[in-house]
């Protein structure tokens, strides 16, 4: 979903996304970033952008787009690392440190699986 707010000094860009889980074939996450950069090719560039959503990621510590991610990096991490490289963007709670349970969205409390959010 894209939605473009006028402002008086400034327009936003809004880009909420649901990216494919990390299970998806690559074909389904393929298809998904190629429509997603399409999308952030036609936001005008003056505009603030906020592009969020559920990423359904995990970037690592140090990552190159916010060096207080958590978790380890994993193939959904390696896209969205690339596009917000590919793109100049970062991950804004990864800028700063934090608690980590401030990072997750959703754990599994069985398997001790964290999703972060990014």
């Excluded at 429509?35 to 005008?44: D, G, I, K, R």
């Excluded at 380890?72 to 100049?88: C, K, P, Q, S, Y």
């Excluded at 991950?91 to 964290?114: E, G, I, S």
């Amino acid at each position: 979903m894209t939605v473009r707010l006028a402002a008086r000094l400034w327009n936003e860009t809004l880009i909420q996304v649901y990216v494919p889980t990390n299970q998806a074939s690559d074909t389904t996450k393929d298809e998904f970033y190629t429509c997603l950069q399409q999308v952030y090719a036609q936001t005008p560039k003056q505009d603030i952008l906020l592009l969020c959503g559920d990423f359904n990621t995990k970037i690592s510590e140090r990552a190159p787009i916010g060096k207080h991610a958590v978790g380890v990096r994993n193939d959904n991490g390696e896209r969205i690392t690339l596009f917000a490289l590919t793109n100049r963007l970062m991950a804004t709670n990864a800028r700063h440190k934090c608690h980590p349970q401030h990072k997750y969205t959703w754990m599994l409390f069985d398997a001790q699986v964290y999703v972060e959010v990014v």
